[in-house]
């Protein structure tokens, strides 16, 4: 009697684990249909598009078209992929392959294996897409142009039913040649962690990290950055309701030729930003730029929805500074062989009540700014890019001498601009 028990419990376990790769299928062409849909939904660039779905009990197949738009100039470009996929226990392995391959017919861009795009996703709604690329060399004999590529590993993993996602891409050497320029980049990493907070906003922290950026031009030196090093970071307060956002750049170095000169830094952050508002003025944004898209397809708005469109956006940014923010550039700071450049420059409005945001004409009259800036004079004597670029500024007195530097001095405040005393009244534009 024991022993049949055991037959049936045994039974019981090999019929879920062979109902568990069908169910995990069915789930997976769900989430697939839905992510899809999303996508599209999103955003006005990029459509993905399926045209069949065969779904069977371990594996299914998919086809389908990936269009991306170029939002300046409305051009259309048309990819078309399969999708081979695998049913497990918990999830799927979804494995992409471009209809006309990863090559066009005739070429050997790839030496030994072809890239691979897979993506794995898990029943309960967390995904990973990895791209693994290797070593590729593509050369243009008309334009002149090559591409060299050590390969390299990049991937996004989403959980949290799409609220949480982690981005990383490790890429040890890249270069790209042609007549007009050549540009190296070596031992590249990039790791971030995003977490959804609401609307288009995320909040999270990331770095970027390269052990050198080279770019050389025909008669020109070689420009090297040694040590570049990106952070950002983003975090919500007041319950969600505000946003401080940081920026930081650091180059240990700049090469010219035999000449190195650094650290450099510059650092740029975004204080207490009102996250509806923000939102809103993203949307307006992201209408705007789509009735471009397409006007330049021939299918423009009508003049009552453009209209509608930019009353969204100018009441959303007029909503965003009546809530109050800081933005600016908090340090500038660049090594340079004749002395150091420095500055920083800061743009606020206050926060607003409701009796005062009905009494605003407009945005500018409340905007307050300071800038500070300063430069060795022997910049602009010794370079004369430099100096055709400082000279109109030194003639107008927006820069002034003070003894072996140039100095810019602003304050910003009831429509005037005023820097080095000179007051310059600015047009109401917001």
């Known amino acids: 009697m024991k022993f049949n028990k055991w037959l049936v419990a045994g039974g019981v376990i090999l019929a879920g684990a062979g109902l568990a790769p069908w169910g995990v299928g069915y789930v997976t062409e769900q989430q697939w249909f839905r992510a899809a849909l999303e996508v599209n939904a999103a955003q006005p660039f990029v459509h993905l598009e399926t045209q069949q779905y065969q779904r069977g009990v371990l594996a299914s197949e998919a086809a389908g078209t990936l269009t991306i738009t170029d939002p300046a100039r409305g051009d259309s470009y048309r990819i078309g992929f399969r999708v081979k996929v695998s049913h497990g226990v918990t999830g799927s392995l979804m494995d992409f392959r471009p209809d006309a391959g990863w090559q066009p017919e005739g070429a050997n861009w790839f030496r030994g294996e072809k890239p691979r795009l897979t993506l794995e996703t898990r029943v309960w709604g967390s995904a990973t897409l990895v791209l693994e690329a290797p070593a590729m060399a593509i050369?243009?004999?008309?334009?002149?142009?090559?591409?060299?590529?050590?390969?390299?590993?990049?991937?996004?993993?989403?959980?949290?039913?799409?609220?949480?996602?982690?981005?990383?891409?490790?890429?040890?050497?890249?270069?790209l040649s042609g007549p007009e320029l050549d540009l190296t980049v070596e031992d590249a990493h990039l790791e971030q962690s995003l977490t959804w907070l609401s609307g288009d906003i995320w909040t999270g922290t990331g770095t970027l990290s390269v052990e050198s950026l080279s770019v050389q031009r025909p008669g020109v030196e070689p420009v090297v950055l040694n040590g570049l090093a990106m952070t950002s970071a983003s975090e919500a307060k007041d319950q969600d309701r505000r946003l401080d956002s940081t920026l930081e750049l650091d180059v240990a170095s700049v090469s010219v030729g035999s000449d190195a000169f650094g650290p450099q830094r510059m650092a740029v952050s975004v204080d207490n930003l009102d996250v509806a508002g923000w939102n809103a003025f993203s949307s307006a944004m992201t209408d705007l730029q789509a009735m471009t898209v397409k006007a330049g397809a021939g299918g423009g708005a009508s003049f009552e929805q453009q209209m509608a469109v930019m009353q969204r956006f100018n009441e959303s940014i007029r909503d965003l500074a009546a809530a109050g923010f800081s933005a600016g550039?908090?340090?500038?700071?660049?090594?340079?062989?004749?002395?150091?450049?420095?500055?920083?420059?800061?743009?606020?409005?206050?926060?607003?009540?409701?009796?005062?945001?009905?009494?605003m004409l407009m945005v500018m009259q409340g905007l307050t700014g300071e800038l500070d800036f300063s430069m060795p004079m022997a910049l602009a004597e010794d370079y004369a890019a430099v100096r055709m670029q400082v000279a109109p500024l030194i003639k107008q007195g927006l820069l002034v001498q003070e003894g072996d530097r140039l100095v810019m001095d602003g304050r910003m405040e009831d429509l005037v601009l005023d820097i080095n005393g000179l007051q310059i009244p600015l047009p109401p534009l917001l």
């Open 329 to 359: 550039i908090r340090e500038l700071s660049l090594e340079t062989p004749e002395g150091p450049v420095q500055g920083s420059l800061d743009i606020s409005h206050p926060e607003l009540s409701g009796a005062e945001k009905d009494a």
């Open 139 to 175: 050369d243009n004999p008309a334009s002149g142009e090559s591409l060299r590529s050590s390969g390299g590993l990049a991937s996004i993993s989403v959980g949290s039913l799409g609220e949480q996602a982690d981005l990383m891409l490790v890429w040890p050497a890249l270069s």
